[in-house]
């Protein structure tokens, strides 16, 4: 039992579905301009593969752990699947209209690895770089520039057959599908991602099973976090050596953590937490290796470590990538390894309908926690907000989402008045999207998606958004 809670925990702690704390933040309507940012700074929606595309089979795609994993639906609350999504694989074109309607330059995407090698390694599926051919060639024609990531979760099935992130062999299989999506697109595409939150794909995926490829075991989750770590920065490497005038980062999701009072068993906790939530993926990147002291079980990392590793641990990234969304209060507690729990939020808190707290000074902490570290500069690539969108009489009046937005650009634009370098935001998300285990139910979106016929509809956050770029 002390075990499953464990890895209850575990889940809820990268996986961006945990709560927070103690009081909410009182409501402030800022007012702030696209100018305040500076005419240079990147204004971008994000979003990804497996939740927008849908296609799951067409045109030689190969299967995907998350097509594996949903096809079970007992494992995603709502029992539905990314098979059609939102259907972005064959309506991308007026989908690229609509978000230059809305002002927007810049489109985060990601490359589907199973769409482009089916077997993960191997034969390349033509079909499968044509269909990113032809939308990085749209968004040039718009004027929209393509940021696109790598790996954002949908590792081919075939890979996961043979161990997934737990076989070193994956250094090799993220490398040649890195040398194919540079040498094809390269040409066009100067921003790149290496990974997506690996806290979040290797402590769900291999640790707590919420997540695919639904594992759960200490050892799969330790080795995971290694190959990735040797991944992204095997991957900034290709990069560099493969593309000119590239602009190479890789996202980490983050949440600024707090003692839940002053007592130093307290304080530990957080740091506990620090670590797990914020340090373990980008220092061993910056040659500080694992940050295992107030986590000594991070030392069993080393049986995986190879001679020479500590060197090909790291990389000189462009931009370092922050996906923020709440704070965490930390308290002691018994759970073992990390002997940490979080403080649920009082009824005061101002929750979002995900269950967690909305606290713009979170971002501001984080993004000036980041900024101490030897890295060039800071791009805030996730950042937004799921609420109970209804549609009436044509028109979703979301004015919760307009203010969340509000207030985080505010506290983004603090930091960066105070000398963090940030320069570039993605909001989180285009159009209402298949939120992973969470399924349709949360809306992040822009613009609302009719699920059953796929009429999308600009939501008021997307107007305020159109109006604040213009």
Not at 30 to 46: L, N, R, S
Not at 143 to 172: A, F, S
Not at 243 to 260: A, D, L, M, Q, R
Not at 314 to 340: C, H, M, T
């Amino acid at each position: 039992m002390v075990r499953l809670e464990f890895l209850k925990y575990m889940a809820t702690l990268a996986a961006m579905w945990r709560v927070n704390p103690i009081s909410g933040s009182s409501f402030v309507d800022p007012e702030i301009t696209k100018a305040d940012f500076g005419k240079d700074f990147i204004w971008g929606v994000a979003t990804s593969a497996y939740q927008i595309e849908g296609a799951w089979n067409a045109d030689g795609k190969g299967e995907s752990v998350w097509d594996k994993f949903t096809s079970k639906p007992c494992n995603v609350k709502d029992k539905t699947n990314g098979n059609e999504a939102i259907d972005f694989y064959n309506r991308y074109t007026n989908d690229l209209k609509l978000l230059k309607s809305l002002n927007f330059k810049n489109f985060r995407f990601s490359f589907s690895w199973p769409r482009l090698l089916p077997e993960g390694t191997g034969k390349v599926n033509e079909k499968g770089v044509d269909f990113y051919n032809r939308l990085i060639d749209e968004c040039l024609n718009l004027g929209i520039e393509p940021w696109v990531t790598l790996y954002h979760w949908d590792l081919p099935q075939k890979l996961d057959d043979r161990g997934g992130w737990t076989n070193r062999d994956i250094v090799n299989w993220f490398s040649e599908y890195t040398e194919l999506c540079t040498k094809r697109f390269g040409d066009r595409v100067k921003h790149w991602m290496v990974l997506n939150e690996p806290a979040g794909f290797t402590t769900l995926g291999y640790l707590s099973g919420m997540h695919a490829p639904n594992q759960s075991s200490i050892n799969k989750f330790l080795a995971s976090i290694h190959h990735a770590c040797l991944c992204q920065a095997e991957g900034g490497r290709i990069i560099r050596n493969n593309v000119e005038n590239s602009h190479i980062g890789t996202t980490f999701s983050c949440s600024f953590t707090e003692p839940y009072k002053n007592f130093a068993r307290h304080q530990l906790a957080s740091r506990r937490l620090d670590v797990m939530l914020n340090r373990l993926f980008i220092e061993p990147s910056l040659g500080m290796g694992y940050p295992h002291e107030e986590l000594p079980f991070l030392r069993k990392i080393e049986k995986y470590i190879q001679p020479g590793d500590h060197e090909k641990l790291k990389f000189e990234f462009d931009y370092i990538g922050i996906q923020n969304y709440f704070r965490v209060i930390s308290k002691s507690s018994l759970i073992p390894f990390i002997w940490a729990n979080r403080v649920k939020p009082g009824n005061e808190a101002e929750m979002t309908e995900m269950g967690w707290e909305v606290n713009p000074e979170g971002i501001y902490h984080i993004i000036k926690q980041f900024a101490k570290y030897p890295i060039k500069e800071i791009v805030v690539t996730e950042n937004g907000a799921a609420f109970p969108d209804q549609l009436i009489e044509g028109k979703v009046h979301d004015v919760q989402r307009i203010n969340f937005y509000k207030r985080y650009l505010q506290q983004i634009l603090k930091a960066k008045n105070e000398g963090a370098n940030v320069q570039g935001y993605f909001a989180w998300t285009f159009i209402d999207n298949f939120e992973w285990a969470e399924g349709f139910r949360p809306r992040f979106g822009l613009v609302y998606n009719d699920h059953k016929t796929q009429e999308r509809i600009v939501k008021d956050s997307g107007l305020w958004w159109q109006e604040f770029l213009k």
